[in-house]
């Protein structure tokens, strides 16, 4: 693990500055030079991230020795510190969708089997809550996917800006949406996904180019469910929900 680096480069620092005091002590008091220890000789010689244009300086001047090994390991930190933060970023773009900021499919699953597992311990359940978008694919064919796209960025702004910080929000594929609702209850819950349907309806009417509707299916879960189970359970849910509006509107 990259971390695991920091504390052998602060064991180095020490160890460098420890050599320096004995070099310092042991050269004054005897008039000779003072070999580093042999860790320290390693840090020094092994850390080739020395500052640009500095090179490693001769055996007989300890005290160079050591400022450029203070260097190596300081450029070292720098260097891994970057690339620790470049392997979050990384790994944060693997798990988040790039259209609306939301989790993908893979973050939501693994929010999900974090969820579950917390609730088989005890931890409060919850509710899954999966969206489909009504009317989104006319969207498409008459306005283009540009329009398309742009319709998805609003809807996932809408979902995940009305969700709390314990909860999560995802689009993990074409215009399906999820809401995974911590310690919520199904009647609750169905209250929050009617006042998201309302409030995309709306969003819609006035900013898209063509009014757009969600349907949802909401189901809690304790623990005791599969995700396939859970998600397929929503699935059902949802396409009730979608034929009770179509019916509705006929």
């Known amino acids: 693990m990259l971390s695991s680096d ?4 602060t064991r180095s620092r020490t ?24 860790s320290v000789a390693i840090a020094a010689t092994a850390l080739t991230a020395a500052p640009s244009g500095t090179a490693l300086p001769g055996e007989t001047d ?3 020795v050591v400022d450029w090994a203070l260097a190596a390991v300081a450029e070292a930190e720098r260097r891994v510190a970057a690339l620790e933060a470049r392997i979050s970023f990384l ?6 969708d790039e259209l609306t900021g939301l989790l993908n499919r893979r973050g939501f699953m693994t929010t999900l089997e974090r969820a579950l597992a917390a609730a088989r311990r005890g931890a409060p359940g919850g ?3 999966l969206c489909d978008l009504d009317g989104f694919k006319s969207v498409n064919d008459r306005f283009g996917h540009a329009a398309g796209d742009d319709v998805l960025r609003r809807v996932g702004t809408l979902l995940g800006g009305r969700i709390r910080r314990c909860d999560a929000a995802a689009r993990v594929g074409g215009d399906e949406f999820t809401l995974l609702l911590a310690g919520a209850c199904p009647a609750g819950a169905r209250r929050k996904a009617e006042t998201l349907a309302r409030a995309v309806a709306e969003m819609t009417a006035q900013e898209a180019p063509a009014p757009v509707g969600l ?10 469910e599969s995700e396939a189970d859970l998600l397929n359970a929503a699935d059902m849910a949802m396409y009730v929900e979608k034929r009770r509006r179509m019916t509705g509107r006929a």
């Open 6 to 9: 920091r504390p052998s480069a």
């Open 15 to 38: 160890a460098i500055k420890r050599a320096a005091a004995a070099a310092g002590a042991g050269g004054a008091a005897t008039g000779n030079v003072v070999p580093l220890m042999p």
């Open 62 to 64: 300890p005290q160079h």
């Open 91 to 96: 790994e944060s773009l693997s798990v988040t």
């Open 127 to 129: 509710v899954l809550v």
């Open 215 to 224: 349907s949802f299916g909401a189901v809690p879960f304790t623990g005791g």
